[in-house]
Nanobody
């Protein structure tokens, strides 16, 4: 039974930082290591959008809106992926989700349809 659990969300003032974590269970370490992990966010009334992804080779992709401010990384030994968010802006306010997609991804990294497993989300509010 695969489960993804996000943590680290909260309320922060503009310009501040938060670090999100997403812990995966139900994977062996070797299986988790080959999955592509994605971060998505969804604000009220808006579609879910891809924020960042990290592949099994630790290659990363970012949405233009967060490039140079957000960094994703992974610790395969802990089955955990992280999203470091700096210089937060009000427009970053959203529910943030992590997702896991088996290789090869079924589509582009920023498409929710490319991922199979999803966490329940963690709220980030920037004021």
């Amino acid at each position: 039974h695969v489960q993804l659990v996000e943590s680290g969300g909260g309320s922060v003032q503009a310009g501040g930082s938060l670090r999100l974590s997403c812990a995966a269970s139900g994977f062996t370490v070797s299986i988790y290591a080959i999955f592509c992990m994605g971060w998505f966010r969804q604000a009220p009334g808006k579609e879910r959008e891809g924020v960042a992804s990290i592949g099994s080779d630790r290659s990363t992709m970012y949405a233009d809106s967060v490039k140079d401010r957000f960094t994703t990384s992974r610790d395969n030994a802990k089955n955990t992926v992280y999203l470091q968010m700096n210089s937060l802006k009000r427009e970053d306010t959203a529910m943030y989700y992590c997702a896991a997609g088996p290789p090869p991804l079924r589509g582009v990294w920023y498409s929710p349809d490319s991922y199979v497993y999803w966490g329940q989300g963690t709220q980030v509010t920037v004021s």
